[in-house]
Protein backbone atom coordinates (compact mmCIF):
# COMPACT_ATOMS: atom_id res chain seq x y z
CA UNK A 1 0.00 0.00 0.00
CA UNK A 2 0.89 3.78 -0.28
CA UNK A 3 2.71 5.34 2.31
CA UNK A 4 3.95 8.65 3.59
CA UNK A 5 6.61 8.15 6.05
CA UNK A 6 8.19 11.80 8.08
CA UNK A 7 10.90 10.39 9.90
CA UNK A 8 11.80 11.17 13.33
CA UNK A 9 8.42 12.58 15.31
CA UNK A 10 10.45 15.51 17.45
CA UNK A 11 13.61 17.56 15.79
CA UNK A 12 15.27 19.60 18.78
CA UNK A 13 17.91 22.33 17.22
CA UNK A 14 19.66 25.74 18.32
CA UNK A 15 18.88 28.78 17.40
CA UNK A 16 20.54 29.70 14.00
CA UNK A 17 21.42 26.29 12.78
CA UNK A 18 20.01 24.18 10.08
CA UNK A 19 16.64 22.07 10.42
CA UNK A 20 16.56 19.20 8.15
CA UNK A 21 13.50 16.84 8.34
CA UNK A 22 12.66 14.35 6.15
CA UNK A 23 9.63 12.52 4.17
CA UNK A 24 9.66 9.15 2.70
CA UNK A 25 6.97 7.29 0.82
CA UNK A 26 6.34 4.32 -0.96
CA UNK A 27 4.95 2.39 -3.96
CA UNK A 28 3.97 5.66 -5.40
CA UNK A 29 5.54 8.20 -7.88
CA UNK A 30 4.03 11.30 -7.84
CA UNK A 31 3.74 13.86 -9.71
CA UNK A 32 5.01 16.58 -6.75
CA UNK A 33 5.40 16.88 -2.84
CA UNK A 34 3.92 19.57 -0.64
CA UNK A 35 5.07 20.70 2.78
CA UNK A 36 2.88 22.60 5.13
CA UNK A 37 3.42 23.78 8.89
CA UNK A 38 0.81 23.61 11.84
CA UNK A 39 1.05 25.12 15.14
CA UNK A 40 -0.51 23.89 17.94
CA UNK A 41 -4.44 24.24 17.17
CA UNK A 42 -4.13 25.43 14.38
CA UNK A 43 -4.81 24.51 10.50
CA UNK A 44 -2.11 23.66 8.23
CA UNK A 45 -0.42 26.49 6.42
CA UNK A 46 1.09 25.88 2.60
CA UNK A 47 4.67 26.59 2.20
CA UNK A 48 6.32 24.74 -0.87
CA UNK A 49 5.32 22.86 -3.52
CA UNK A 50 8.15 20.84 -5.62
CA UNK A 51 7.02 19.10 -8.69
CA UNK A 52 8.53 16.04 -9.85
CA UNK A 53 11.44 17.67 -12.60
CA UNK A 54 12.24 19.42 -10.12
CA UNK A 55 15.50 18.63 -8.15
CA UNK A 56 15.15 21.82 -5.75
CA UNK A 57 12.86 24.66 -4.41
CA UNK A 58 13.84 27.67 -2.58
CA UNK A 59 11.97 30.37 -0.68
CA UNK A 60 13.70 32.76 1.67
CA UNK A 61 14.93 30.36 4.48
CA UNK A 62 13.06 27.22 3.02
CA UNK A 63 14.38 24.86 0.73
CA UNK A 64 12.80 21.52 -0.25
CA UNK A 65 14.89 18.62 -2.65
CA UNK A 66 12.99 15.85 -3.95
CA UNK A 67 14.83 13.00 -5.39
CA UNK A 68 12.04 10.83 -7.09
CA UNK A 69 14.57 8.16 -7.25
CA UNK A 70 15.16 7.86 -3.46
CA UNK A 71 11.55 8.50 -3.04
CA UNK A 72 12.44 11.25 -0.80
CA UNK A 73 12.31 14.55 0.20
CA UNK A 74 14.27 16.92 2.24
CA UNK A 75 12.69 20.29 3.78
CA UNK A 76 15.85 22.56 5.08
CA UNK A 77 15.40 25.72 7.29
CA UNK A 78 18.07 27.34 7.21
CA UNK A 79 19.28 30.17 10.25
CA UNK A 80 16.43 28.87 12.16
CA UNK A 81 14.58 30.67 14.51
CA UNK A 82 12.30 30.01 17.92
CA UNK A 83 9.28 31.34 15.62
CA UNK A 84 10.47 28.33 12.98
CA UNK A 85 9.01 26.14 16.07
CA UNK A 86 5.91 23.94 14.78
CA UNK A 87 5.03 20.50 13.11
CA UNK A 88 5.92 20.88 9.30
CA UNK A 89 3.86 18.20 7.49
CA UNK A 90 4.72 16.97 3.82
CA UNK A 91 1.91 15.72 1.57
CA UNK A 92 1.27 14.12 -1.49
CA UNK A 93 -1.80 12.63 -3.78
CA UNK A 94 -2.61 9.42 -2.81
CA UNK A 95 -5.21 7.29 -4.19
CA UNK A 96 -7.76 6.34 -3.03
CA UNK A 97 -10.04 3.15 -3.28
CA UNK A 98 -12.13 5.33 -5.36
CA UNK A 99 -8.81 5.31 -8.03
CA UNK A 100 -8.96 8.94 -7.54
CA UNK A 101 -6.47 10.69 -5.71
CA UNK A 102 -6.61 13.14 -2.52
CA UNK A 103 -4.03 15.05 -0.78
CA UNK A 104 -2.78 12.72 2.02
CA UNK A 105 -0.59 13.90 4.89
CA UNK A 106 2.04 12.43 6.62
CA UNK A 107 2.45 12.22 10.55
CA UNK A 108 4.17 15.45 11.01
CA UNK A 109 7.72 16.48 12.38
CA UNK A 110 7.72 18.31 15.38
CA UNK A 111 10.57 20.99 15.50
CA UNK A 112 11.46 22.57 18.97
CA UNK A 113 14.28 25.57 18.07
CA UNK A 114 15.89 26.57 21.69
CA UNK A 115 16.79 30.33 21.89
CA UNK B 1 -5.62 37.85 2.50
CA UNK B 2 -8.76 35.73 1.73
CA UNK B 3 -8.81 32.92 3.76
CA UNK B 4 -11.43 30.23 4.97
CA UNK B 5 -13.47 30.36 7.65
CA UNK B 6 -15.29 27.72 9.66
CA UNK B 7 -17.77 27.55 12.67
CA UNK B 8 -18.12 27.09 15.24
CA UNK B 9 -14.60 27.01 16.66
CA UNK B 10 -15.62 24.49 19.44
CA UNK B 11 -19.20 22.36 19.70
CA UNK B 12 -20.00 19.60 22.84
CA UNK B 13 -22.44 17.61 21.69
CA UNK B 14 -23.97 14.37 23.59
CA UNK B 15 -23.34 11.04 21.96
CA UNK B 16 -25.91 10.16 19.14
CA UNK B 17 -26.77 14.17 18.46
CA UNK B 18 -26.51 15.47 14.88
CA UNK B 19 -23.85 18.13 14.32
CA UNK B 20 -23.58 20.51 11.28
CA UNK B 21 -20.13 22.39 11.09
CA UNK B 22 -20.03 25.20 8.75
CA UNK B 23 -17.50 26.21 6.65
CA UNK B 24 -16.93 29.10 3.89
CA UNK B 25 -14.33 28.82 1.38
CA UNK B 26 -12.11 31.51 -0.35
CA UNK B 27 -14.80 33.10 -2.60
CA UNK B 28 -13.19 31.95 -6.08
CA UNK B 29 -12.57 28.44 -5.01
CA UNK B 30 -14.36 25.52 -6.70
CA UNK B 31 -12.58 22.48 -4.59
CA UNK B 32 -13.78 21.85 -0.79
CA UNK B 33 -12.16 19.81 1.11
CA UNK B 34 -13.35 18.25 5.02
CA UNK B 35 -10.31 16.83 6.53
CA UNK B 36 -10.26 15.81 10.28
CA UNK B 37 -7.56 15.50 13.09
CA UNK B 38 -7.97 13.46 16.00
CA UNK B 39 -5.69 14.68 19.02
CA UNK B 40 -2.03 14.11 18.60
CA UNK B 41 -2.54 12.03 15.56
CA UNK B 42 -2.44 12.96 11.55
CA UNK B 43 -4.59 15.34 9.72
CA UNK B 44 -6.64 12.42 7.82
CA UNK B 45 -8.32 13.37 4.36
CA UNK B 46 -12.46 13.20 4.67
CA UNK B 47 -13.95 14.00 1.37
CA UNK B 48 -13.80 16.57 -1.36
CA UNK B 49 -16.11 18.41 -3.53
CA UNK B 50 -16.10 19.51 -6.87
CA UNK B 51 -19.11 20.97 -9.17
CA UNK B 52 -21.73 19.98 -6.44
CA UNK B 53 -20.97 16.31 -5.90
CA UNK B 54 -18.37 14.43 -3.75
CA UNK B 55 -14.99 14.09 -5.84
CA UNK B 56 -12.73 11.15 -3.41
CA UNK B 57 -13.64 9.77 -0.09
CA UNK B 58 -11.97 8.11 2.07
CA UNK B 59 -13.29 5.10 4.24
CA UNK B 60 -13.49 7.37 7.05
CA UNK B 61 -16.12 9.06 5.24
CA UNK B 62 -18.99 6.49 6.16
CA UNK B 63 -22.97 6.90 5.63
CA UNK B 64 -22.53 9.11 8.82
CA UNK B 65 -21.20 11.70 7.09
CA UNK B 66 -22.42 14.12 4.64
CA UNK B 67 -21.70 17.29 2.97
CA UNK B 68 -23.30 20.05 1.14
CA UNK B 69 -23.19 23.19 -0.54
CA UNK B 70 -26.41 25.04 0.47
CA UNK B 71 -25.72 28.52 -0.95
CA UNK B 72 -23.16 30.02 -3.01
CA UNK B 73 -21.17 30.58 -0.12
CA UNK B 74 -21.83 27.89 2.34
CA UNK B 75 -20.07 24.51 2.52
CA UNK B 76 -20.94 22.00 5.39
CA UNK B 77 -20.42 18.69 7.11
CA UNK B 78 -23.06 16.74 9.15
CA UNK B 79 -22.39 13.94 11.45
CA UNK B 80 -25.61 12.02 11.82
CA UNK B 81 -25.02 10.33 15.12
CA UNK B 82 -22.36 11.49 16.50
CA UNK B 83 -19.91 8.53 18.52
CA UNK B 84 -17.74 9.36 21.29
CA UNK B 85 -14.67 8.83 18.24
CA UNK B 86 -15.88 11.57 16.38
CA UNK B 87 -14.28 14.18 18.45
CA UNK B 88 -11.62 15.48 16.52
CA UNK B 89 -10.53 18.65 15.27
CA UNK B 90 -12.52 18.97 11.82
CA UNK B 91 -10.73 21.24 8.85
CA UNK B 92 -12.65 23.08 5.75
CA UNK B 93 -10.32 23.13 2.94
CA UNK B 94 -10.71 25.21 -0.60
CA UNK B 95 -8.40 25.21 -3.79
CA UNK B 96 -8.36 26.52 -6.95
CA UNK B 97 -7.59 23.55 -9.07
CA UNK B 98 -8.28 19.71 -8.09
CA UNK B 99 -5.29 16.42 -7.49
CA UNK B 100 -4.04 17.36 -11.26
CA UNK B 101 -0.61 16.79 -12.47
CA UNK B 102 0.07 20.60 -11.68
CA UNK B 103 -0.59 20.29 -8.16
CA UNK B 104 -3.54 21.85 -6.38
CA UNK B 105 -2.49 23.85 -3.10
CA UNK B 106 -4.90 23.21 -0.71
CA UNK B 107 -5.84 26.73 2.08
CA UNK B 108 -7.31 25.34 5.49
CA UNK B 109 -9.15 26.95 7.58
CA UNK B 110 -8.75 27.32 11.82
CA UNK B 111 -11.19 24.52 12.53
CA UNK B 112 -13.66 23.47 14.59
CA UNK B 113 -13.08 21.55 17.51
CA UNK B 114 -15.91 18.75 18.55
CA UNK B 115 -16.06 17.04 21.69
CA UNK B 116 -18.60 14.36 21.23
CA UNK B 117 -19.40 13.09 25.65
Known amino acids: SQKIEQNSEALNIQEGKTATLTCNYT??????LQWYRQDPGRGPVFLLL?????KEKRKERLKVTFDTTLKQSLFHITASQPADSATYLC??????????????FGSGTRLQVQP | EPEVTQTPSHQVTQMGQEVILRCVPI?????FYWYRQILGQKVEFLVSFYNNEISEKSEIFDDQFSVERPDGSNFTLKIRSTKLEDSAMYFC???????????????FGEGSWLTVV
Open chain 1, 27 to 32: NYSPAY
Open chain 2, 27 to 31: SNHLY
Open chain 2, 93 to 107: ASSDTGATSSGNTIY
Open chain 1, 91 to 104: ALDLFMDTGRRALT
Open chain 1, 50 to 54: IRENE
